[in-house]
């Protein structure tokens, strides 16, 4: 395992729900998370979804609705001035997010070096032809795609349960040359994110995990600092940019 003293050259960090908690977007597995108050398997699996489409779009409706309002905090800022500081220096830098917000790149994160694993809202996607478009109006079943010009396909582009999350080539890859791998906001028990760490541990990347409380898998951790994320986020990146950023 890498000690604190030795060279830092590639950083991977994962965000979860946590962190737009404070930007007024809700979490999904605390006791008041959103899978408290709505049936998942209605509103997140290709099964609700082929059932009652109508309620899963107004669903997804809302949250699109609520994005349009949403702002990065201090903590979403502290991720992407650690991007640039960072490849400033000429390393590597990757971002991967559990959250289907656009608040990191509100915030100034490159989107060359983030992937959505889950999906993202400000986008849909054609079930039919696969494509996806830009988008922060509300769909329904009688949308149109824009490229096959068919109806009754559209959908959230977003990753339901029982669907492959995106881009796990990229985020395996990313792992397996990490120095550092930095856990922010995170439950601990969704896979295959959860298990990120533990890819990090096997190559010998020191963890981080910077959370409002411990998570599930906490303890596999090597440092672990908890608080909100627009107090801790800035104030770690700052230190650990004062002792590496040379």
């Given at each position: 395992r890498k000690e604190c003293d030795m060279t830092i050259h590639s950083i991977v960090v994962l965000t979860g729900a946590g962190i737009s908690a404070e930007s007024g977007l809700g979490t999904f597995r605390d006791k008041d998370g959103i899978w408290t108050r709505y049936p998942l398997e209605d509103l997140a699996t290709p099964e609700g979804f082929a059932r009652d489409p109508e309620f899963v779009h107004g669903f997804y409706n809302d949250r699109r609705a609520a994005l349009k309002t949403a702002r990065p905090h201090a903590g979403h800022k502290a991720i992407a001035h650690l991007e640039k500081e960072w490849c400033r220096l000429g390393r590597t830098f990757t971002l991967v997010t559990q959250n289907v917000d656009n608040l990191h790149e509100q915030a100034g994160s490159a989107s060359d070096r983030l992937i959505h694993m889950h999906g993202e809202l400000a986008r849909v996607r054609c079930g039919l032809c696969e494509t996806i478009t830009d988008c922060m109006e509300s769909i329904s079943t009688?949308?149109?795609?824009?490229?096959?010009?068919?109806?009754?396909?559209m959908r959230p582009h977003v990753v339901w349960f029982g669907e492959i999350p995106l881009g796990m080539e990229e985020i395996t890859e990313a792992l397996s040359s990490a120095d550092m791998f930095i856990s922010v906001g995170t439950s601990g028990n969704v896979y295959p994110a959860a298990g990120f760490v533990d890819m990090a541990r096997t190559i010998g990347a020191r963890t981080v995990e910077l959370n409002?409380?411990?998570?599930?898998?906490?303890?596999?951790?090597?440092?672990?600092?908890?608080?909100?994320?627009?107090?801790?986020?800035?104030?770690?990146?700052?230190?650990?940019?004062?002792?590496?950023?040379?």
């Open positions: 009688s949308s149109v795609c824009s490229k096959c010009g068919k109806t009754g396909f409002l409380e411990p998570s599930e898998n906490a303890y596999v951790f090597d440092e672990t600092h908890y608080g909100v994320a627009s107090e801790i986020l800035p104030r770690w990146v700052d230190n650990f940019l004062s002792q590496n950023a040379n």
